[in-house]
């Protein structure tokens, strides 16, 4: 989108204490959506930037398009300046341990005495219950939600291949918060909503839940599952690639027929449902297995693109830079990296009338927008120094802006 009063959040402002993914990916999305969303962060900076391994690319993922300030929480001055930019807020978010925000004076009862209209969103392991103490991480709720259960094999569970919960929690967290400001609109008042680990995971699985209660049988993990098609596989094909294809529909069936001149398939009543075939399934298998091993990756798939057939090849997550799609229209966004180099990762899933949000702030060094937001807020160019001299704030030079 060509510029902020394009983006439909643009005026909102986000004030965010958050750190690893669930936060930053809720106050991520309001930032995409045109929010202006400052982070507050220690001196030495969110600890989520220092991360390694699997964790090497959460703060670059999640904090675009945000500012970033740097200062002491804990001391009287650093607390008054986070105070000033709060009074000023539509919205906090927080995702610390029970208690933190309390101890530290920004919790929810202090800041809303101050700003009656502030949404104070919490992201927490557990909502209200026996639980709600705990501290929790996504693989924890994955595994004690079911998540990891129905995505491993019968006798090993296996997490999912991405923080889902992290992420799709946060994004429940925007629901609220975008909730509670359309309720703003009509009461004045704000609210503290508050969005979960575990209660996340449950919802997921819910489907299964429910598959047991219509069904009556226990579902085994999805590794294991009894599909609800017939063909509906990894296939290999020429040169030992694979692509999934999935036939899901009566109007499917007689496309994927047709498309591969399997006539005497077509023809046969027992496969004109969808429950003819899944019971033919044994001796359909070994057939559709040979007409794809006959085929190149490239012929397969253009093909069953022609037939109207859903399909994918298995690809890994380093293959959607180069992914044509995602290339063609803003699918993509360039980001810089701490050491300078200059990354594309994917942008927000939505479309405005048919753009993408972009980048209109690309990564944010730690304290980087400290002394505007410090002058923004009234203090004096003295004060900023003082601040900076005893170590209570930090500022740094101010990066080139990333394009869109």
Known sequence: MANLGDLPLAGLKVVEFTHMVMGPAAGGILADLGAEVTKVEPCNGDNTRRLQGSGAGYFAMYNRNKRSLALDLKSAEGKDLALRLIDEADVVIENFRHGTMDRLGFGYADLSARNPGLIYCSLKGFLSGPYEHRTALDE??????????????????????????????????????????????????????????????????????????????????????????????????????RVFVGVVSDTLWRAFCKEFALDDLAADPALHTNAGRVAARDTLMPRINA????????????????AGIPFAPINKPADLFDDPHLNAAGGLVKITLEDGKQVSLPALPVEFDGQRPGVRQDLPKAGEHSVEVAQSLGLSEEQIDALIEHGLLRGTEKAEPAGA
């Open 291 to 306: 007409l794809f091993a006959g085929l190149s990756k490239t012929e397969m798939m253009d093909r069953l693109d022609r």
């Open 140 to 241: 924890v709720t994955q595994m004690m939600g079911g998540l990891a259960y129905m995505t491993g094999l019968p006798d090993r569970p296996l997490r999912a291949g991405t923080s889902v919960i992290d992420i799709t929690g946060g994004m429940f967290g925007v629901i609220a918060i975008l909730s509670a400001l359309q309720q703003r609109h009509s009461t004045g008042r704000g609210r503290h909503v508050t969005s979960s680990l575990f209660e996340t995971t449950a919802y997921l699985v819910g489907q299964h839940m429910a598959q047991q209660a219509v069904s009556g049988e226990e579902p085994p993990p999805m590794s294991v599952r009894r599909s609800a098609w017939s063909i509906y596989d990894i296939f290999e094909c020429a040169g030992n690639e």
